[in-house]
């Protein structure tokens, strides 16, 4: 089927430039056999690349057992994954959903029910952050504190307020005594590749626990070994009282989660939220299965000895292109480097050589590649930005 075929099927509301037919380890092939080099995971999510023969296997055996029940039930699956979810994540308890936007939704109503037990007169109010993403549903998009995203859709649900990511004072000026909830991506990804500075997170963390308020953060990119620790805010010292997660930890499969520590999980009774797909036995498999292969393949260790080249060479790259390269930032293998010239035409000219790379905004490139990427695969793709500047 050729591109013009599918464009008069879709509403519109991606640019897409390819049909993808098959992938094998690091690389995907179109519907007319060419080769991509792929540096973006498909958005961060198929961290082990592409035909796994092990999460091939798991899954096929899921498929054999059972897919479906509904969450009237449990089933092994789910209740391994969620096992293994708390264990990695040091949250208590966990609900799983289809997408990273499901489980902002339901971290969202969980820091409000919360309050809403303390004192049925609250407002609810929620702390975000500027230039955040947090998904395209209508809580999610009310927390994304980039306007473009939010006023199309508008108005969204009340009780939001914008701080500064990095800017303390700015998140003090905001807390009332209505605050229930403080959210923010632990590491920034649309926003343009920001991690958090050790002082500002740390300095939220103990403003929550001032002030009782629920401190949320939003792991959907930068968690599950993507910087080199399962979830982000390890390297930092601290637990969130509800976190979030979703694009590895299914490794393709739709899945996602919001995890909590017990005195916020406890807050959710029967009734008050819930989910038909979500947490199916096939989805929680590949949790399961992802879990496994992450721990007997040593993946966080082959992030941790990996990152640093691609760093490096991103940095030498900068170094190279003073007039186009202004910024390099990052954490593991999510890197950024920011553009004094538009992204598009950059990624645009890296699709047409064989390697795939994506945006994070107008002038950011984003680097989340597979994170079973190897030395050769990084030279190769900085050899045809070499190519591109030049």
Same mark, same amino acid.
């Given at each position: 089927?050729?591109?013009?075929?599918?464009?008069?099927?879709?509403?519109?509301?991606?640019?897409?430039?390819?049909?993808?037919?098959?992938? *094998?380890?690091?690389?995907?092939?179109?519907?007319? %056999?060419?080769?991509?080099?792929?540096?973006?995971?498909? =958005?961060?999510?198929?961290?082990? %690349?592409?035909?796994?023969?092990?999460?091939?296997?798991?899954? @096929?055996?899921?498929?054999?057992?059972?897919?479906?029940?509904?969450?009237?039930?449990?089933?092994?699956?789910?209740?391994?994954?969620?096992?293994?979810?708390?264990?990695?994540?040091?949250?208590? !308890?966990?609900?799983?959903?289809?997408?990273?936007?499901?489980?902002?939704?339901?971290?969202?109503?969980?820091?409000?029910?919360?309050?809403?037990? @303390?004192?049925?007169?609250? @407002?609810?109010?929620?702390?975000?952050?500027?230039?955040?993403? $947090?998904? !395209?549903?209508?809580?999610?998009?009310?927390?994304?504190? &980039?306007? $473009?995203? !939010?006023?199309?859709?508008?108005?969204?649900?009340? %009780?939001?307020?914008? +701080?500064?990511?990095? /800017?303390?004072?700015?998140?003090? +000026?905001?807390?009332?005594?209505?605050?229930?909830? #403080? #959210?923010?991506?632990?590491?920034?990804? *649309?926003?343009?590749?920001?991690?958090?500075?050790? +002082?500002?997170?740390?300095?939220?963390?103990?403003?929550?626990?001032?002030?009782?308020?629920?401190?949320?953060?939003?792991? =959907?990119?930068?968690?599950?070994?993507?910087? %080199?620790?399962?979830? &982000?805010?390890?390297?930092?010292?601290?637990?969130?009282? =509800?976190?979030? &997660?979703?694009?590895?930890?299914?490794?393709?499969?739709?899945?996602?989660?919001?995890?909590?520590?017990?005195?916020?999980?406890?807050?959710?009774?029967?009734? /008050? $939220?819930?989910?038909?797909?979500?947490?199916?036995?096939?989805?929680?498999?590949?949790?399961?299965?992802?879990?496994?292969?992450?721990?007997?393949?040593?993946?966080?260790?082959?992030?941790?000895?990996?990152?640093?080249?691609?760093? *490096?060479?991103?940095?030498?790259?900068?170094?190279?292109?003073?007039?186009?390269?202004?910024?390099?930032?990052?954490?593991?293998?999510?890197?950024?480097?920011?553009?004094?010239?538009?992204?598009?035409?950059?990624?645009?000219?890296?699709?047409?050589?064989?390697?795939?790379? #994506?945006?994070?905004?107008? $002038?950011?490139?984003?680097?989340?590649?597979?994170?079973?990427?190897? !030395?050769?695969?990084?030279?190769?793709?900085? *050899?045809?930005?070499?190519?591109?500047?030049?």
């Amino acid at each position: 089927m050729t591109l013009q075929e599918a464009d008069r099927y879709f509403i519109h509301t991606y640019n897409r430039k390819v049909v993808f037919d098959h992938g *094998e380890g690091m690389h995907l092939y179109d519907n007319q %056999g060419k080769k991509y080099l792929d540096m973006g995971a498909g =958005i961060a999510v198929s961290a082990l %690349g592409y035909s796994n023969e092990t999460f091939k296997q798991g899954l @096929k055996e899921q498929i054999d057992r059972l897919i479906h029940v509904s969450n009237l039930y449990y089933t092994e699956p789910s209740i391994k994954a969620a096992q293994l979810l708390c264990e990695a994540s040091g949250m208590d !308890r966990v609900f799983f959903t289809n997408s990273g936007a499901e489980a902002i939704e339901g971290a969202l109503k969980l820091a409000r029910k919360y309050a809403y037990q @303390k004192n049925p007169h609250s @407002k609810g109010e929620i702390i975000a952050m500027n230039h955040s993403f $947090h998904g !395209r549903t209508m809580g999610a998009v009310s927390v994304t504190g &980039t306007e $473009h995203y !939010r006023e199309p859709f508008e108005p969204l649900i009340g %009780g939001v307020s914008f +701080a500064d990511y990095n /800017d303390l004072n700015s998140v003090k +000026a905001l807390i009332t005594e209505d605050t229930c909830a #403080i #959210i923010l991506e632990t590491l920034q990804g *649309e926003g343009g590749i920001h991690p958090a500075e050790p +002082a500002f997170i740390r300095g939220v963390r103990e403003l929550c626990d001032a002030h009782d308020i629920a401190l949320i953060l939003d792991e =959907i990119q930068c968690g599950m070994g993507r910087t %080199g620790k399962m979830f &982000t805010y390890e390297h930092y010292g601290i637990l969130p009282d =509800i976190m979030t &997660t979703a694009k590895a930890l299914g490794c393709g499969v739709p899945v996602g989660a919001f995890a909590a520590v017990e005195k916020y999980a406890e807050a959710m009774c029967p009734g /008050d $939220h819930g989910t038909t797909y979500g947490g199916n036995p096939l989805a929680t498999a590949a949790v399961c299965k992802v879990f496994e292969i992450y721990e007997n393949e040593q993946i966080l260790d082959r992030v941790n000895e990996i990152a640093p080249y691609l760093e *490096e060479q991103l940095q030498r790259l900068a170094e190279k292109y003073p007039d186009q390269i202004s910024d390099c930032r990052g954490m593991g293998l999510m890197q950024g480097i920011e553009l004094k010239i538009p992204a598009g035409d950059v990624i645009s000219k890296a699709l047409e050589a064989g390697v795939i790379l #994506i945006g994070a905004g107008s $002038h950011i490139i984003r680097f989340v590649p597979p994170l079973i990427v190897e !030395r050769e695969q990084i030279d190769r793709t900085i *050899e045809i930005l070499d190519q591109i500047f030049a």
